[in-house]
């Protein structure tokens, strides 16, 4: 656990404070009071991992403890881009993908996986701008597949997506590569399965129609 030492810092600064405040107002200090501070150690670790990768998602937990919004899952995704075929001088048709997201409270981890490539997002962060709509920023890497690299080369972009409850819940935003192409990107329709291809997402989307009532869930 990557925070795990800085936890047991924090603890150590605590009881050296608490310590300190002691000995200023003349109590007694008695040694026996640290025997458990290793199984409170232990415990506060455990507490803080369980709420990292469970516990935060807890619905009474959000809107007035946690802020974070729960996209983890699978997303169906429409991308429509501005890029021409420059041998034909046409645009491209919308382009159907899934977008894998992993999330715990302090990770977030988003894969696009289309049938001819696969992007995964590196340095991705959800930010909350001034009137509380939170935003998915990161950029990414895109890897066609081998067979298609004569026409799509592995390239790089950037990605900014405003996650939206309404009408039902969203996320959309706007795209941009070095290879001078933009466009637009909507993710909708999320579940709870998580899947690494292209290929047994669909077929997993078709099996299982969204319902009426909830189209976000399974």
Known sequence: MKSERYIKAI?????????VVLYVNHETIQS????????????????VMA??????????LHDWFVKRPVISGIWKVEIKSNWVNPATGAHILP???????RQTFSTLSMRLLTAESSSELVGTEIVCSADGL???SGVYRNEPRFEVRDRSVIHYGAVWLRISDEPQKSISGHYWTDRE??????????????????????????????TRSAAHSE
């Open 95 to 101: 382009v159907e993908g899934y977008m894998v997201i």
């Open 32 to 47: 026996s009071w640290l025997k458990p501070l290793s199984t409170v150690i232990t415990a506060v670790l455990y507490a």
């Open 181 to 210: 192409s933009a466009g637009e990107i909507h993710l909708t329709d999320q579940r709870t399965r998580k899947f690494q291809t292209f290929q047994s997402a669909k077929a997993y989307y078709a099996q299982n129609p969204p």
């Open 134 to 136: 939170y935003c998915v």
């Open 11 to 19: 603890i150590y600064i605590a009881v050296l404070a608490w310590t």
């Open 51 to 60: 709420f990292d990768l469970w516990l935060w998602k807890l619905p009474f």
